[in-house]
């Protein structure tokens, strides 16, 4: 069936990201269309973070303007998908009635059925509305929720897993996707691997919303990438909470709604020097990576995010070091700099593990000589339960130490349901979180600045994502969104920076960038010169003009070689070389 059009918005992380793009690719196959603009929809839909509070407040907000609009527009089906749907579950449908569908993270392939369903209630419901109640008293309810995933075993959760469906509906097509093959966006692809999370830090909600950590069949990634690389894309991003964790065996499996799941997993624990069960029945990460890589050339580069500090063996660093397509980057998460700390945050690691860790994948991957340094970036929480000033000076010294490119800096946020909630006081105060958070924050961008140097007068070839932030932010001004004309060839340059979207801290960005010469707001001219942004391999973000001549639009989702000439706060700016 087909029913209008519909507005998605995403929250959170890259995870999200993709779960967004499967489900709109599985709308579209049924006859749905799309719309920017939420004003002109017919089904909104949220796609949800629980990770900090900041990013449920603000679907909070969204769904109270939702209210007002119900009241003009009574047929509109509004939707809250993920990993809010999952944490609060019924409750939100009771907080507000606006809500029609809940969808987990984790059943995100109901979703077409929900909405059908949502589609004919409302008019039956509408039909037959008493006098004393409106459209916003009203919710179709359809929910599908897993509920308490985490209490399930890997094996279970394994078992039950139809999500697996929805990676392998992707609709990969130029024209199912939806994008002009011109842009990045359709060069750039990210393709799940593991999903959920075993590890129960005890200030996180994923294990809780996306439920036990269960892997996918490396043939199904396999062929996906194969897919993705046939319709062009050049940029692979495997992703998992715990993506290192990967680890596939064969033989022992079931076979549900016609999908092969393993049937039991032993668990990779303690050592970590290399995956101990490596052999024939087992696909390992090491031997995804080489097989995406060797069977799938096409790709120009294959990254991985995020990955856990303690799991990650040597034959994975030797794959990355002998493989010259997959990327010298590895986003390591360390959270804190304190080892009383990581033990309250049940990380299972010391700062002196961490730190052995980092020095053994500079040993196995920084090879500046050649070109290929290895970048690294972290995840950090200050503020968390007890934290002295001894223990954030801890984690300032191992951000001096890690030499991360950049660093995701987050104050903690009380999540409900999780240990730290019930087990300890949220006792460090406001004001101390924020002074934190910035005093890491400047000293991440000296570091960043003092890595950003090391690049100068490379030239290391760059992904072209797309306009820089500053370059959008001044063809704003200059026109309004409405009549902003397209750039010749009719293509909108709208994607750069959409890996930093969970993580609103350091990464180089935004802001930051600086044009290297006066640039006028001119409302009636675009000006000759187009900033452009792209990523090396190492993910550095670069910015850089468009050369004379060259039309910006032709270079998006290529990789072309920038000459680094200039670091400023927080990002590198470079000249196009010729090739
Ligand atoms: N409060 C603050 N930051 C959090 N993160 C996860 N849970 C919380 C929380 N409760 C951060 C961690 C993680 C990143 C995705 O979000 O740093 O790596
Ligand atoms: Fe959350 Fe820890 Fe799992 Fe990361 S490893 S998703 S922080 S529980």
């Known amino acids: 069936m087909s029913s209008g059009n519909v507005y998605i918005e995403t929250f959170g992380c890259q995870m999200n990201e993709l779960d967004s793009e499967l489900v709109c690719g599985q709308l579209r196959a049924l006859g749905y269309g799309f719309t920017t603009d939420s004003s002109r929809a017919d089904v909104v839909l949220y796609n949800t973070c629980s990770v900090r509070e900041h990013a449920e407040q603000k679907v909070w907000s969204r769904l109270g303007e939702l209210r007002e609009r119900k009241l003009t527009q009574p047929n509109l089906v509004v939707g809250v998908l993920g990993c809010m749907a999952e944490r609060d579950g019924e409750d939100l449908m009771r907080r507000m009635p606006v809500v029609d569908v809940m969808c987990g993270p984790g059943e995100l392939d109901k979703l077409p059925t929900l909405l059908d369903n949502a589609v004919r209630t409302r008019a039956s419901l509408l039909a037959e509305l008493p006098e004393h109640l409106n459209a916003t008293d009203i919710s179709a309810r359809q929910v599908a929720l897993q509920g308490n995933t985490s209490r399930r075993s890997a094996t279970l959760a394994a078992a039950a897993d139809t999500l697996e469906l929805l990676d392998l509906s992707r609709s990969i097509s130029p024209i199912a996707a939806g994008g002009d093959d011109h842009t990045a966006a359709r060069r750039t692809a990210y393709v799940r691997i593991t999903r959920g999370c075993n590890k129960f830090c005890t200030y996180c909600v994923v294990p809780f919303t996306r439920g036990a950590e269960i892997h996918r069949p490396p043939d199904h990634i396999v062929d996906e990438c194969k897919r993705l690389a046939d319709a062009g894309v050049l940029e692979i991003t495997l992703l998992g909470q715990t993506v290192n964790h990967y680890r596939f065996e064969h033989g022992a499996s079931v076979t549900v709604g016609g999908v092969v799941q393993p049937q039991k997993g032993r668990t990779y624990a303690g050592g970590h020097r290399r995956d101990p069960f490596a052999g024939e029945a087992t696909t390992t990460f090491a031997d995804l990576l080489a097989r995406i890589h060797d069977e799938v050339p096409s790709?120009?580069?294959?990254?991985?995010?995020?990955?856990?500090?303690?799991?990650?063996?040597?034959?994975?660093?030797?794959?990355?070091?002998?493989?010259?397509?997959?990327?010298?980057?590895?986003?390591?998460p360390a959270q804190s700099g304190s080892d009383r700390i990581l033990k309250l945050m049940n990380r299972g690691y010391t700062v002196a593990e961490y730190t052995e860790f980092l020095d053994r994948a500079r040993a196995?991957?920084?090879?500046?000589?050649?070109?290929?340094?290895?970048?690294?970036?972290?995840?950090?929480?200050?503020g968390f339960p007890t934290e002295t000033d001894e223990d954030f000076e801890a984690t300032i010294a191992l951000v001096e130490r890690a030499r991360y490119k950049s660093a995701f800096i987050f104050k903690y946020s009380p999540r409900p349901g999780t240990v730290a909630i019930e087990k300890l006081a949220d006792d460090v105060p406001e004001a101390v979180k924020r002074s934190r958070n910035n005093q890491l924050l400047l000293a991440q961008a000296r570091i960043s600045e003092e890595i950003g140097a090391t690049l100068l007068g490379t030239t290391p070839q760059v992904f072209v994502e797309g306009l820089s932030a500053k370059e959008r932010k001044r063809r704003d001004r200059a026109q309004p969104a409405s009549s902003a004309p397209k750039l010749p060839g009719g293509v909108s340059l709208t994607i750069a920076g959409r890996a930093a979207s969970n993580h609103a801290v350091a990464e180089i960005t935004e802001e930051a960038c600086c044009s290297t010469?006066?640039?006028?707001?001119?409302?009636?001219?675009?000006?000759?010169l187009v900033q452009l942004s792209g990523r090396t391999d190492g993910d550095v973000i670069v910015h850089f003009d468009a050369p004379p001549g060259r039309s910006p639009e032709s270079m998006l989702g290529t990789i072309v070689p920038v000459r680094i000439t200039q670091v400023r706060a927080l990002s590198v700016l470079g000249t196009v070389a010729s090739a």
């Open 364 to 382: 196995f991957l920084d090879q500046p000589e050649i070109g290929r340094p290895l970048m690294l970036s972290g995840d950090f929480i200050v």
């Open 517 to 528: 010469r006066p640039r006028e707001a001119d409302a009636d001219t675009l000006p000759e």
């Open 299 to 332: 790709i120009q580069r294959l990254r991985f995010v995020t990955s856990y500090p303690r799991d990650f063996g040597d034959d994975v660093l030797e794959v990355i070091r002998d493989h010259p397509r997959l990327c010298r980057y590895l986003h390591v």
